[in-house]
């Protein structure tokens, strides 16, 4: 069976992505061969233009400007690295660092506020279940020479003396009206 | 979130080219040190926030970032295609290198596992871009401009956009290590050898990725030039 005297492909691309490959023969071969020479044109048709525009458009952008922005933005990030920011979820699964103490100042604010809030509703309270007796207290305060006090036990004297006369002339009634239970 | 390639502090997991192994000398076409020199320099690092003296760190380690950024904006740009994503993806990943570093083998190539975390970041922003993407469809925000000059023919620029979006789309199809490796053997300009370093797989697994994936590329291409 007759050797075929050309390179594969897997060859021509050794060739292309590294010409320092030991395999002398093959580099021979390529450098004699045109038809070799034209395959390996045709399977890597375009890289390297592709590789020129490529170079060309990244040394484009990256200048010796960009460069130096880089290289300080990098040892920059050294000094004061960027932290991720988390977010716990589920809340039972909170990392430990969500669980960290508040600092002190915080603390003393949180506690000065949660005492204002009681004493605050303690003096409401205080408020609403003063009220009626103060009221009556004044009322009571009023005194003889009120004469709001003075009406007032006057109607009451009127009204126990009218209730008073019925009771008595009721009273025989009463006795002969049959009570339950009795 | 998972990522493709084990991430920082998990170390490499295939045989590695050794140290000695590295390309000496500086590398004229980037202007990137010595896999040894920058190898020392992080390791100076690594010692020096091990001894908690923090600012000669940084010091230190923004030798690395001058060393390793032209090339980490180059290798992100090819593969996000966005100057500004490119640009936030390498800031990212020399954050995350610094914040790692306790976990760098000083035996091991810098660059190499430097240039794995910087792909990985790429894949999240890469993922993360397409999440927004299919919620604003018809936006495009995949391109930056690019640098074709205005005053040629018109219909030279179209074409050059559409083709460059053709394969920028392509290249997004292409299945993640398979798109690792071509980027950056073919942008990175990084041999198969250094490629199978960076992503921790055999060398011919690279050479195997390689070839997929100028397959697919070429395929997906012609699909586009027959639809035209």
New interface residues.
């Given amino acids: 069976m007759p050797v075929d005297p050309h390179l594969s492909d897997e060859q021509l691309l050794d060739r292309y992505f590294d010409a320092s490959d030991s395999d002398e023969r093959a580099a021979v071969h390529l450098f004699r061969c045109s038809a070799c020479a034209d395959r390996l044109q045709a399977i890597t048709g375009g890289l390297e233009e592709d590789y020129a525009r490529e170079r060309t458009a990244a040394d484009g952008y990256f200048t010796a400007a960009r460069l130096e922005a880089q290289r300080v933005r990098v040892l920059d990030r050294l000094v004061q690295p960027r932290e991720a920011r988390v977010i716990a979820f589920p809340a039972a699964h909170a990392p430990a660092a969500a669980h960290v103490p508040l600092r002190r100042p915080s603390r003393l604010a949180a506690s000065a506020a949660a005492l204002l809030l009681f004493a605050g509703g303690f003096t409401g309270w205080r408020l609403v279940h003063d009220h009626q007796p103060r009221v009556e207290q004044t009322d009571a305060r009023l005194g003889p020479g009120s004469h709001r006090a003075a009406d007032e036990r006057l109607l009451s004297e009127v009204e126990g003396s009218l209730v008073n006369s019925q009771i008595a002339a009721l009273q025989p009634l009463d006795a002969i009206t049959p009570m339950e239970g009795r | 979130m998972t990522t493709p390639y084990p991430l920082v502090g998990t170390g490499f997991q295939e045989p590695r080219p050794p140290l000695a192994a590295a390309p000496a000398g500086v590398r004229p076409e980037t202007g990137v040190a010595t896999d040894q020199h920058d190898s020392w320099l992080a390791a100076e690092v690594q010692r020096l926030v091990r001894a908690s003296e923090l600012a000669k760190a ?1 010091e230190r ?2 030798e690395l ?2 060393l390793h ?2 090339r980490a ?2 290798i992100a ?2 593969y996000l295609r966005n ?1 500004a994503d ?2 936030d993806a ?2 990212d990943a ?2 995350r290198v ?2 790692h570093i306790n976990s760098y083998d000083a035996e091991r190539p810098f660059a190499s596992w430097f240039t794995r975390i910087l792909i990985n970041v790429c894949v999240d922003r890469q993922r993360a871009r397409q999440r927004r993407q299919h919620s604003l469809v018809g936006l495009d925000l995949s391109r ?1 401009g ?2 074709t000059s205005r005053s040629e023919w018109p219909d030279a620029h179209v074409w ?1 956009r559409q ?2 979006d053709a ?1 920028t789309s392509a290249l997004s199809d292409l299945p993640e290590r398979q798109r690792a490796a071509f980027v950056l ?3 990175g300009d990084r ?3 250094e490629v199978s370093a960076i992503l921790g797989v055999r060398e011919s697994t690279v ?1 195997v990725h ?2 997929r994936a ?2 697919r ?2 395929a997906a ?1 012609q699909e586009w030039r027959d639809a035209r």
Avoid: E, K, M
């Fill in positions: 940084r380690f923004g970032v001058t950024q032209r904006s180059r740009h090819a100057g490119a640009d390498v800031q020399f954050v610094f914040t930056d690019g640098s050059r083709w460059t394969l053997c073919h942008y041999t198969p050898a050479r390689l070839f100028v397959h590329l070429r291409l």
